[in-house]
């Protein structure tokens, strides 16, 4: 079974830094699709940042220049750094996967994207002031 399990997350002091990972496992697929979401208290989840198997990334308009997604493909890890925490980033964070293919492209991780069908089960990220 694929698995997807986050860590990195924590109670911070605004102005500073987390990494966010994302460990997977059982993941077979020849090309996929890799994501970064959140889901900030009380508001809807939202794409942060989506990565294919050839390296390419794609950032919502929000969410560019905010964030770096990085994949290292020999540790199996998705990476998510996080500079310069303000409050406004304090959400669930969580790492989700999906097969690519003719069918379920493009890799985006914006409203009305190909649905991803592999979860993790979050890592919390809260940010005081």
């Known amino acids: 079974q694929v698995l997807l399990v986050e860590s990195g997350g924590g109670s911070v002091q605004a102005g500073g830094s987390l990494k966010l990972s994302c460990s997977a496992s059982?993941?077979?697929?020849?090309?996929?699709?890799l994501g970064w979401f959140r889901q900030p208290p009380g508001k809807e989840r939202e794409g942060v940042a989506a990565i294919d198997s050839d390296g390419s990334t794609t950032y919502p308009d929000s969410m560019k220049g905010r964030f770096i997604i990085f994949h290292d493909t020999a540790k199996n890890t998705l990476y998510l750094p996080i500079n310069d925490l303000q409050p406004a980033d304090t959400g669930m964070y969580y790492c989700?996967?999906?097969?690519?293919?003719?069918?379920?492209?493009?890799?985006?991780?914006?409203?009305?994207?190909?649905?991803?069908?592999?979860w993790g089960k979050g890592t919390m990220v809260t940010v005081t002031s």
């Open positions: 059982g993941y077979t697929y020849n090309t996929y699709c």
């Open positions: 989700a996967g999906r097969a690519l293919g003719p069918y379920s492209s493009p890799c985006t991780v914006v409203p009305g994207s190909f649905p991803f069908g592999y």
